[in-house]
């Protein structure tokens, strides 16, 4: 199995346009996550599915924010319009069940808005 | 509201000793908690983890210790080694919340040889 695979690996973009993040989970996980690494808060959780469902989106900082499970296979989250506090390294995440304790990350995208 | 804090963001060992990373929590209902490891530019992969209802798991050179009384867990690496230099971070989880983690801010260890 690949893994959880994320892309792109990097991506820089200007202040005020538009960013795509994408996600392909495991095959068969049924949970996915988006988690936030920060210096000062570490890994926050943005956005959690359930079976393509949005479970909980209380993480989002923004409505500028946006997520999306079209099917089991893949996601994505958008920021729009992109801001330069919103760099970070954006991280996916994917669990075989809802309960499970443990989670399988992706390398990460790295977002820097100048 | 930080749940689950790593108040040291950094700490050196010198290999072959005992490395001991601390993580505190505030929320007393979590059922598991659990420490990921992190190389640059790579993702947080799973190191070990305790229920809450134990105070000790052992896994190899990996010992997590749970205070509950304490809101406190502890990672123990004996005897550390120069690979083992990496971000760790403490995460806790509910059962009842679908599986979301709750992560701290982690902590950089540096074994040096």
């Known amino acids: 199995d690949a893994g959880v695979i994320q892309s792109p690996r990097h991506e820089v973009t200007e202040m005020g346009q538009e960013v795509t993040l994408r996600c392909k989970p495991i095959s068969g996980h049924n949970s996915l996550f988006w988690y936030r690494q920060t210096m000062m808060r570490g890994l926050e959780l943005l956005i959690y599915?359930?079976?393509?469902?949005?479970?909980?989106d209380s993480g989002m900082p923004e409505d500028r924010f946006s997520a999306k499970m079209p099917n089991a296979s893949f996601s994505t989250l958008k920021i729009q319009p992109s801001e330069p506090r919103d760099s970070a390294v954006y991280f996916c995440?994917?669990?075989?069940?809802?309960?499970?304790?443990?989670?399988?990350f992706g390398q990460g995208t790295r977002l820097t808005v100048v | 509201d930080q749940q689950v804090k790593q108040n040291s963001p950094s700490l050196s060992v010198q290999e072959g000793r005992i490395s001991i990373l601390n993580c505190d929590y505030t929320?007393?209902?979590?059922?598991?908690f659990l420490w990921y490891k992190k190389y640059p530019a790579e993702g947080p992969t799973f190191l070990i983890s305790?229920?809450?209802?134990?105070d000790k798991n052992e896994d190899g050179r990996f010992t997590v210790f749970l205070n509950k009384s304490a809101k406190h867990l502890s990672l123990h690496i004996v005897p550390s080694q120069p690979g083992d230099s990496a971000v760790y971070f403490c995460a806790a989880i509910r059962y009842n919340q679908g599986g979301k983690l709750i992560f701290g801010q982690g902590t950089e260890l540096s074994v040096k040889p």
């Open positions: 599915f359930n079976n393509n469902v949005p479970i909980d």
């Open positions: 305790i229920s809450s209802i134990k």
């Open positions: 929320n007393s209902m979590f059922d598991y």
């Open positions: 995440a994917s669990s075989p069940t809802p309960t499970n304790t443990e989670a399988f």
